[in-house]
C-alpha cells in the first residue's frame, strides 16, 4: 500500500516537471493539450505551401523598447522578459502588441532545445517573442484563451563562431536571477536584434502555447533563418538558472515541448524554397561521392597517358612536339 502511494506521488511529480515524460500527462489535467492543433511542431519544407499573400512582418518600436530598465524574470520554468505595449507587430490580420519573451533550451551540454524543428531538426534554443491582439482585447490573459488572440514570434537559435552582443543583454544577467521567482532589471536594448537579419522568410500557422494549459489561440511566425550565440553563451543558459526557489537546487534545463501532430493544418510560407531537398547527410555522402569520381577519373586518365607514352617510347620513337603553324588573325 504505501509503495503504492509512494508510485503515485513519483508519477504526479514527473507529470508536473514537464519533462519529455511529464508531457505526456498534460492532457489529464489540461484537456486542450491534448487537442489537435497544438504546438510545437516539426516543418517539413517540401509539404509548406507558398503563399503570395503573406505581408512581411513590421515590428514597430523595437529597437527603442523604452526609457524604463526592463523586468527579467526566472518563473521557474523559462527566462522571462517583460516588454512594453509601445512594441507592436504590423503585417498580421490585427494590431498585436509585444507582452514577453522567453526562451526555451535543452540538457546540459545538449545542441537540440528548440520547440520548433524545421525537416527534423531541432536547434540549440528557441526565442519566442509573445504578442496579443489589442485591436480586440484589454490584455494578455483577456487574450490568451481567444481564437487568434495571441501571435508569436519563434526564433531558432544555433550556436555559431562568436558572441552575440544582442543576446547578451538577457544573458549576462541570468546569474542575478539564479532561483525561481527571482527578477532583475535590464535597461532597454534594441530587441529586434534578437531576431535573424532576413525576416521576409517565415512560415505562418494556427498553433497554441506550448506549455499548459496549451490555448490554440497562437498564430505562429517562425522564421527560417536562425539566430546565433556562441557555445558559451548556450551554456550560460544551460547551466545558470534552477527551478526550485532554495536549496536543494535543481537546474532549469529541457524546458522544451515534443513536436505536436500537424494534423489537418496547413503551415504557409513567405517565400519559395530554394534549397535542395537534399538532407545534410544526403549532401554530404553525394559530395564524397563526387570526389571519388573525379579522383578515379583522373587516375584513369593519368593511367591511360602513362600506358600510351610507355608504349610510344616501347616504338623507339622519339615525340616531337611543333608548334601549330602561326595563322593570322
Ligand atoms: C488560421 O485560422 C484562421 C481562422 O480559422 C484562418 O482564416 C487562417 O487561414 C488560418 N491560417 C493559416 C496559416 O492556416
Same mark, same amino acid.
Given at each position: 500500500?504505501?509503495?503504492?502511494?509512494?508510485?503515485?506521488?513519483?508519477?504526479? &511529480?514527473?507529470?508536473?516537471?514537464?519533462?519529455?515524460?511529464?508531457?505526456?500527462?498534460?492532457?489529464?489535467?489540461?484537456?486542450?493539450?491534448?487537442?489537435?492543433?497544438?504546438?510545437?511542431?516539426? &516543418?517539413?519544407?517540401?509539404?509548406?505551401?507558398?503563399?503570395?499573400?503573406?505581408?512581411?512582418?513590421?515590428?514597430?518600436?523595437?529597437?527603442?523598447?523604452?526609457?524604463?530598465?526592463?523586468?527579467?524574470?526566472?518563473?521557474?520554468?523559462?527566462?522571462?522578459?517583460?516588454?512594453?505595449?509601445?512594441?507592436?507587430?504590423?503585417?498580421?490580420?490585427?494590431?498585436?502588441?509585444?507582452?514577453?519573451?522567453?526562451?526555451?533550451?535543452?540538457?546540459?551540454?545538449?545542441?537540440?532545445?528548440?520547440?520548433?524543428?524545421?525537416?527534423?531538426?531541432?536547434?540549440?534554443?528557441?526565442?519566442?517573442?509573445?504578442?496579443?491582439?489589442?485591436?480586440?482585447?484589454?490584455?494578455?490573459?483577456?487574450?490568451?484563451?481567444?481564437?487568434?488572440?495571441?501571435?508569436?514570434?519563434?526564433?531558432?537559435?544555433?550556436?555559431?563562431?562568436?558572441?552575440?552582443?544582442?543576446?547578451?543583454?538577457?544573458?549576462?544577467?541570468?546569474?542575478?536571477?539564479?532561483?525561481?521567482?527571482?527578477?532583475?532589471?535590464?535597461?532597454?536594448?534594441?530587441?529586434?536584434?534578437?531576431?535573424?537579419?532576413?525576416?521576409?522568410?517565415?512560415?505562418?500557422?494556427?498553433?497554441?502555447?506550448?506549455?499548459?494549459?496549451?490555448?490554440?489561440?497562437?498564430?505562429?511566425?517562425?522564421?527560417?533563418?536562425?539566430?546565433?550565440?556562441?557555445?558559451?553563451?548556450?551554456?550560460?543558459?544551460?547551466?545558470?538558472?534552477?527551478?526550485?526557489?532554495?536549496?536543494?537546487?535543481?537546474?532549469?534545463?529541457?524546458?522544451?515541448?515534443?513536436?505536436?501532430?500537424?494534423?489537418?493544418?496547413?503551415?504557409?510560407?513567405?517565400?519559395?524554397?530554394?534549397?535542395?531537398?537534399?538532407?545534410?547527410?544526403?549532401?554530404?555522402?553525394?559530395?564524397?561521392?563526387?570526389?571519388?569520381?573525379?579522383?578515379?577519373?583522373?587516375?584513369?586518365?593519368?593511367? &591511360?597517358?602513362?600506358?600510351?607514352?610507355?608504349?610510344?617510347?616501347?616504338?623507339?620513337?622519339?615525340?616531337?612536339?611543333?608548334?601549330?603553324?602561326?595563322?593570322?588573325?
Amino acid at each position: 500500500m504505501l509503495f503504492f502511494t509512494l508510485l503515485l506521488e513519483v508519477i504526479w &511529480i514527473l507529470a508536473a516537471e514537464g519533462g519529455p515524460h511529464g508531457q505526456d500527462h498534460w492532457p489529464a489535467s489540461y484537456p486542450e493539450c491534448g487537442s489537435n492543433a497544438q504546438s510545437p511542431i516539426n &516543418i517539413q519544407t517540401d509539404s509548406v505551401t507558398f503563399d503570395p499573400e503573406l505581408r512581411p512582418l513590421q515590428p514597430h518600436g523595437y529597437d527603442q523598447p523604452s526609457t524604463e530598465p526592463l523586468d527579467l524574470h526566472n518563473n521557474g520554468h523559462t527566462v522571462q522578459l517583460s516588454l512594453p505595449s509601445t512594441m507592436y507587430l504590423e503585417g498580421l490580420p490585427r494590431k498585436y502588441v509585444a507582452a514577453q519573451l522567453h526562451l526555451h533550451w535543452g540538457k546540459t551540454g545538449s545542441l537540440g532545445g528548440s520547440e520548433h524543428q524545421i525537416n527534423s531538426e531541432a536547434t540549440a534554443a528557441e526565442l519566442h517573442i509573445v504578442h496579443y491582439d489589442s485591436d480586440s482585447y484589454d490584455s494578455l490573459s483577456e487574450a490568451a484563451p481567444k481564437p487568434q488572440g495571441l501571435a508569436v514570434l519563434g526564433i531558432l537559435i544555433e550556436v555559431g563562431e562568436t558572441k552575440n552582443p544582442v543576446y547578451e543583454h538577457i544573458l549576462s544577467h541570468l546569474h542575478e536571477i539564479r532561483h525561481k521567482d527571482q527578477k532583475t532589471l535590464v535597461p532597454p536594448f534594441n530587441v529586434g536584434e534578437l531576431l535573424p537579419p532576413r525576416r521576409d522568410q517565415f512560415f505562418r500557422y494556427n498553433g497554441s502555447l506550448t506549455t499548459p494549459p496549451c490555448y490554440q489561440s497562437v498564430l505562429w511566425t517562425v522564421f527560417n533563418q536562425r539566430a546565433q550565440i556562441s557555445v558559451e553563451q548556450l551554456k550560460e543558459l544551460q547551466e545558470t538558472l534552477f527551478s526550485t526557489e532554495e536549496e536543494p537546487s535543481k537546474l532549469l534545463v529541457q524546458n522544451y515541448r515534443a513536436p505536436q501532430p500537424l494534423n489537418q493544418r496547413t503551415v504557409s510560407a513567405s517565400f519559395i524554397q530554394v534549397q535542395s531537398s537534399y538532407t545534410t547527410g544526403e549532401m554530404l555522402s553525394l559530395g564524397v561521392g563526387i570526389l571519388v569520381g573525379c579522383l578515379c577519373l583522373l587516375l584513369a586518365v593519368y593511367f &591511360i597517358a602513362r600506358k600510351i607514352r610507355k608504349k610510344r617510347l616501347g616504338n623507339g620513337k622519339s615525340v616531337v612536339f611543333t608548334s601549330a603553324p602561326a595563322t593570322e588573325a
